[in-house]
């Protein structure tokens, strides 16, 4: 004979109510309210530890935050940086990212929960954000150009990569425009570094400076707790115990682990002259050397 087993029907009724509370939060939100939705978008180059970061601020409760949600933004985003001339083309770009991340804006409203992305793929789209989303804030994440443009080489950037089309290039009114079909692979990454975090810091002086914080990736994986507890109180979230986080940045999450290219030491002349001729003030604004030497110096 088979016993019978009480259900644990307490459990069982919890989890539905929740999930029913939820949906019909979800259903009934509309596009008014999660435009109040305390959201946070890492604006960034990529490759500088933003899955790292993801992980890191989902440590909290209070954070629901995605690396890489679909449907990914990288087009639109490369759309938003090569421009749109009237009003018409900023609302139409605000309708299509809303419709893109309705459900999740939708989802973190129902749990009470503050949204942050932190993949690169929506940065060029953060004047159409905070036009969408009026309790918006902004991280700007950068990483040393050395460290950034090895891993971009290492990984085939501008050279038939399968993202290459998503990959901003110079507008045609820019001096770099003239020069590009000459530019190596290595200097079209490094423009990309400099071009990339000189949008964002642009961008970032024309708003409150109190809706947005730079952070570069280093002093994150060092673990600077000057950093790590103001970015924390920036996202208003309790910062997890200091053995979490160090669990977290120990990982590395997507580090680069295939291709070749060799780190700045070890740079010839032909190399070292590409980065002090491109990279220019922007390396040195952000923190990082604007000049290097290589194997062959000194």
Not at 156 to 184: L, Q
Not at 200 to 225: G, T
Not at 285 to 293: A, L, W
């Amino acid at each position: 004979m088979y016993r019978y087993i009480k259900p644990h029907i307490n459990v069982t009724l919890h989890q539905l109510l929740t999930s029913f509370s939820q949906r019909l939060n979800m259903r009934n939100t509309t596009e008014s309210d999660f435009s109040s939705l305390p959201c946070i978008y890492v604006l960034s180059t990529g490759r500088c530890g933003t899955k790292t970061l993801a992980a890191l601020f989902n440590l909290s409760r209070q954070a629901l935050a995605l690396h890489e949600p679909r449907p990914l933004l990288y087009g639109l985003s490369k759309l938003c940086y090569q421009g749109f001339s009237s009003s018409n083309g900023l609302e139409l770009l605000k309708e299509t990212f809303l419709t893109c991340r309705s459900d999740l804006f939708r989802y973190a409203f129902s749990v009470n929960k503050t949204y942050l992305e932190t993949s690169p793929q929506a940065t060029f789209l953060a004047p159409v954000i905070i036009y969408a989303l009026k309790n918006v804030k902004f991280i700007h994440l950068t990483r040393d150009p050395k460290s950034f443009v090895r891993s971009g080489m290492r990984r085939g950037w501008y050279r038939n990569h399968a993202m290459d089309n998503t990959r901003i290039v110079p507008k045609p009114d820019s001096a770099a425009c003239i020069s590009w079909p000459e530019f190596s692979h290595f200097d079209k990454i490094l423009w990309l570094w400099s071009e990339t975090n000189t949008w964002i810091h642009n961008f970032l002086k024309r708003i409150d400076p109190q809706r947005y914080f730079f952070c570069r990736a280093e002093d994150l994986f060092s673990m600077n707790q000057v950093v790590l507890d103001t970015l924390f109180k920036f996202i208003e979230a309790s910062p997890p115990h200091s053995s979490k986080i160090k669990s977290i940045l120990s990982h590395r999450l997507n580090r680069q682990t295939s291709g070749s290219f060799p780190p700045n030491k070890h740079w010839d002349l032909a190399l070292v002259n590409s980065y002090n001729r491109v990279i220019g003030p922007a390396a040195s604004k952000f923190g990082y050397d604007s000049e290097v030497r290589g194997s062959f110096q000194c």
